[in-house]
């Protein structure tokens, strides 16, 4: 309301859907999301949640509640991070520099990288199809 801009967006990238599948994260000062327990075996992929929808409704409702403020008068993105920066954070930590912990991850144990890419895809398809039922005229994946 206070400026004329082109579109609005809502931001639930990074750390929404590690949480909802169980992550624990932390935003630390200069560093950003952190992740307290970072994947590191096959068996963490494992125990991820993949029934989330539920523990977005926050996000979703945000998007429609905003979408109904909005007045139609600028359009509304959708957000999410993609697989490849989700995993990444999830399995480094927190904010990728080389992707070392991740690289060696693919090499070794590729089956189970493929399993991690795999769950966060779904995860993340279904995140986008609520946003956009909740209001988001536009979706961007990061």
Same mark, same amino acid.
């Given at each position: 309301?206070?400026?004329?801009? $082109?579109?609005?967006?809502?931001?639930?990238?990074? /750390?929404?859907?590690? @949480?909802?599948?169980?992550?624990?994260?932390?935003?630390?000062?200069?560093?950003?999301?952190?992740? =307290?327990?970072?994947?590191?075996?096959?068996?963490? #992929?494992?125990?991820?949640?993949?029934? /989330? %929808?539920?523990?977005?409704?926050?996000?979703? $409702? %945000?998007?429609?509640?905003?979408?109904?403020?909005?007045?139609? &008068?600028? +359009?509304?993105?959708?957000? &999410?991070?993609? +697989? *490849? &920066? !989700?995993?990444?954070?999830?399995?480094?930590?927190?904010?990728?520099?080389?992707? &070392?912990? =991740?690289?060696? *991850?693919?090499?070794?144990?590729?089956?189970?990288?493929?399993? !991690? /890419?795999?769950?966060?895809?779904?995860?993340?398809?279904?995140?986008?199809?609520? @946003?956009?039922? %909740?209001?988001? @005229? /536009? #979706?961007?994946?990061?």
């Amino acid at each position: 309301r206070k400026f004329d801009l $082109d579109a609005s967006i809502i931001f639930s990238d990074i /750390i929404i859907i590690p @949480q909802a599948m169980g992550m624990e994260v932390e935003l630390l000062p200069s560093v950003g999301p952190s992740f =307290t327990k970072p994947l590191s075996t096959d068996e963490d #992929v494992d125990n991820l949640s993949t029934d /989330i %929808a539920d523990k977005l409704n926050k996000v979703y $409702d %945000a998007v429609f509640l905003t979408r109904f403020r909005l007045n139609g &008068t600028v +359009p509304l993105f959708g957000f &999410t991070g993609g +697989p *490849w &920066t !989700l995993a990444t954070y999830m399995i480094e930590g927190s904010s990728p520099d080389k992707c &070392t912990k =991740t690289k060696k *991850w693919i090499f070794q144990r590729p089956e189970s990288f493929k399993k !991690l /890419i795999s769950i966060l895809t779904k995860a993340i398809i279904e995140h986008m199809v609520n @946003q956009i039922r %909740a209001g988001a @005229q /536009i #979706v961007q994946v990061f």
